[in-house]
């Protein structure tokens, strides 16, 4: 069976015309690039379907977190819900207190009306200001810089005998370490921590203090530079008649009656 094949085999090359080497190699080219068409892959439809569904997902990522928000809006909704609510009701108890206190404030008018006592308001009344050179305004005001700055002086050994006090007292020990001014000691009274000489004695205001003790006490005072101090053995009733005439003649009152 082999040997009958063959021969047909030769007998059909024997039929057929001999090709021209030039369209051989056409017909070869030809075959080759129908075979490298036929192996190139084809373009699959999967890939599209993928960027697709990812696209889907990536829009469904992007309404996810709109969807989280919507438990905060509906807090946010509760929240001013809530506060509205208590504006009401605030208003409501504004109201009602409002109403309370008019009955009161009437019903105590009533009562002033039926007792006829007459309350006059006073109204903040500016206090007298002494007439100072400018020399002692400035000698005040070095006073208070100072003052600022000056320690509590206390005696020696204040916190170890309760019986001495705190009141100052000169150290004068032998060996005493304060009175050698030892730097872990607290300082001692000297001529540095004094005001100046203008200013000694005067009151924060600048008034010079003159102490009074009945009404007729008060013809002596000069009311540009001098005040009344009433003393602490005066009563209410010599008091009362103090503070009248000095009001009189413009005098001012460092402790009057609160």
């Known amino acids: 069976m082999a040997e009958d094949e063959k021969k047909k085999e030769t007998e059909e090359k024997k039929d057929t015309p001999s090709k021209d080497p030039a369209t051989e190699k056409k017909e070869k080219v030809e075959d080759t690039e129908k075979k490298e068409v036929k192996t190139q892959p084809k373009p ?3 890939l599209k379907k993928k960027k697709e569904v990812a696209k889907k997902e990536e829009s469904k990522a992007e309404k996810k977190p709109m969807k989280a928000d919507e438990p905060e809006k509906k807090e946010k909704k509760e929240a001013k819900e809530e506060i509205e609510k208590k504006k009401i009701k605030d208003e409501k108890e504004e109201e009602e207190e409002a109403e309370e206190e008019e009955k009161e404030e009437e019903e105590e008018a009533e009562k002033e009306e039926e007792i006829e006592i007459i309350e006059e308001e006073e109204g903040y009344k500016v206090k007298i200001k002494p007439e100072l050179s400018v020399k ?3 000698e005040l005001k070095i006073r208070r810089d ?8 206390r005696r020696q050994e204040w916190f170890r005998y309760k019986r001495l006090g705190t009141a100052w007292r000169k150290p004068r020990g032998q060996h005493s370490k304060m009175r050698k001014h030892l730097g872990y000691r607290q300082n001692v009274v000297s001529i540095g921590y004094g005001s100046p000489k203008g200013a000694r004695s005067l009151h924060p205001s600048g008034f010079k203090e003159v102490m009074v ?3 007729k006490d008060l013809e002596k005072i000069d009311p540009k530079n ?3 101090r ?3 053995s005066v009563g209410t009733r010599k008091r009362i008649e103090i503070e009248e005439k000095a009001e009189e003649k413009g005098i001012r009152i460092l402790n009057p009656r609160r």
Do not use: D, E
């Not at 100072?146 to 002086?153: L, N, W």
């Open 44 to 46: 699959k439809k999967k």
């Open 136 to 138: 002692l305004k400035h």
């Open 146 to 153: 100072i003052k600022k700055k000056t320690p509590y002086f």
């Open 213 to 215: 003790y009945n009404a």
């Open 226 to 228: 001098q005040a009344a």
């Open 230 to 232: 009433v003393g602490h």
